[in-house]
C-alpha cells in the first residue's frame, strides 16, 4: 500500500484561489496560482516512487537504510513493517543562489492528480515571510490526501515528520523525530543533532529560507532543471 507523506500545518491559512490551466504543448497542461507552503521530512517512500502513478522515465528513486539508491521500485516504504524503501537524502533542498534555491516537495494541485503532477515541476514566488521575493523550483516527488488545494509541502531534514516517521527506523530519531513532530527542530543549532547526511537541509532552513514558517506563495510549471531529475531520476515524458 502506498505510504502517503505527512503534512505540517501551524496555524490558520488563507483561502486559496484555484489553480488556473495555461495552454500546453505537452499532453499535461501547465498550470498557475497562488497557494501555501508547509515542511516535512519523514524519511518515508514517497508516492511518486510507486510505479504507475505517471508517464515517466521510473518512479523517484528510493534509497536503503544506508542511503543507497534502489533499484526495486516496488519495494515496501521504510514506514510499514518489514520495509526497505527510504527517502534518499539527496532529495533535500539547497541554495542555487542568493535568491534561488532547488528542492523536492509533496504537492496537491486543483482540478490535476498525481497523473498530472507526479516528477512535474513547480516554481514557486514565496509571497511571505523572510524568504519573500525569493524563488524556488521543486520537483513533485509526494502527494497526499490530507493536503489542501494548491498545496506545497517542501521537503526539508528537521521539518517534522507528521503522520509517520520512518526517521526512526532508519535513523533512531526520537518517536515524534527530531523537534516538534508537526514543525520539527525550532534553531539551526538543533539541526547538529541530525544525521550527517542531514544537516546541509536542515541548515538551508534557517538560512537561505531565513526560518520561513510556512509562506504563501505564487507558482507556475517549468521545465525541470536537470540537477532536480539527477537526484529522483524521474523524468516526465508527458
Not at 528510493?62 to 519495494?75: E, I, Y
Not at 514543525?183 to 526560518?211: I, M, N, Q, T
Amino acid at each position: 500500500m502506498t505510504r502517503l507523506f505527512s503534512t505540517i500545518v501551524l496555524g490558520a491559512l488563507p483561502l486559496l484561489a484555484s489553480a488556473v490551466a495555461v495552454p500546453s504543448d505537452n499532453a499535461v497542461s501547465a498550470v498557475s496560482g497562488v497557494g501555501k507552503t508547509t515542511r516535512y521530512w519523514d524519511c518515508c517512500k514517497s508516492s511518486c516512487a510507486w510505479n504507475g502513478k505517471a508517464t515517466v522515465s521510473h518512479p523517484v528513486n528510493t534509497c536503503n537504510a544506508q542511503n543507497q539508491v534502489l533499484t526495486d521500485f516496488n519495494a515496501v516504504s521504510g514506514c510499514d513493517n518489514n520495509g526497505s524503501a527510504y527517502m534518499c537524502n539527496n532529495q533535500s533542498p539547497w541554495g542555487v543562489s542568493t535568491d534561488l534555491a532547488y528542492g523536492y516537495a509533496a504537492v496537491r494541485i486543483s482540478g490535476l492528480t498525481e497523473r498530472d503532477w507526479c516528477c512535474a515541476c513547480y516554481e514557486l514566488t514565496f509571497t511571505s515571510g523572510a524568504a519573500s521575493g525569493k524563488k524556488m523550483v521543486v520537483q513533485a516527488t509526494n502527494t497526499g490526501g490530507d493536503l489542501g488545494e494548491n498545496h506545497f509541502d517542501i521537503a526539508m531534514p528537521g521539518g517534522g515528520v507528521g503522520i509517520f516517521n520512518g526517521c526512526s527506523r532508519q535513523y533512531g530519531a526520537p518517536t515524534d523525530g527530531w523537534g516538534d513532530r508537526y514543525g520539527g527542530v525550532h534553531s539551526r543549532a538543533e539541526c547538529d543533532v541530525l544525521p550527517a547526511a542531514l544537516k546541509a537541509g536542515c541548515y538551508w532552513r534557517f538560512d537561505w529560507f531565513g526560518g520561513s514558517d510556512n509562506p504563501s506563495v505564487s507558482f507556475k510549471s517549468v521545465t525541470c532543471p536537470a540537477a532536480l531529475t539527477a537526484n529522483t531520476g524521474c523524468v516526465r515524458s508527458a
